[in-house]
């Protein structure tokens, strides 16, 4: 959480420059750009947390959890998306603080999509090792 918002704020007031970005077919706001430029980083490092410091899950493939990781993660841009938009644009909020509010509540859908759903012990795992106790 800390670090989403550390680059959030670098790449919100130094590289975007809180300017809007115009790619041709659309005009990125800023906060939003900045959400898609931090987006890589936060991902690849955030899928190594929690395999191997939240959930320890190491032993289990890490492909399909991978892609468990990516769907859940989609919910999150979209939880990302919608709050940034609702707190900047239409409560009129400061991005960086609003950035900071939105990671809160994505962290709590993350946390439950993780812990139900991306680093589920397998069932068969489950069965197996309730059989041998």
Not at 99 to 109: A, E, N, P
Request: hydrophobic share 50%; glycine share 4%.
């Amino acid at each position: 959480m800390a670090l989403d918002t550390l680059w959030y704020f670098i790449i919100y007031h130094f590289v975007v420059a809180e300017n809007f970005i115009n790619l041709g077919v659309v005009v990125m706001s800023p906060h939003i750009a900045t959400l898609f430029i931090v987006f890589p980083i936060t991902f690849f490092t955030g899928f190594w947390l929690n395999r191997h410091v939240a959930f320890r899950v190491a032993e289990y493939k890490t492909r399909g959890q991978l892609i468990r990781y990516a769907i859940s993660v989609i919910g999150s841009i979209v939880i990302n998306y919608i709050c940034m938009k609702l707190f900047v644009e239409i409560f009129d909020f400061w991005p960086t603080p609003s950035k900071m509010l939105t990671t809160v509540i994505s962290v709590v859908y993350s946390y439950l999509a993780a812990r139900y759903f991306t680093f589920v012990k397998e069932r068969s795992e489950e069965r197996r090792v309730g059989k041998e106790c």
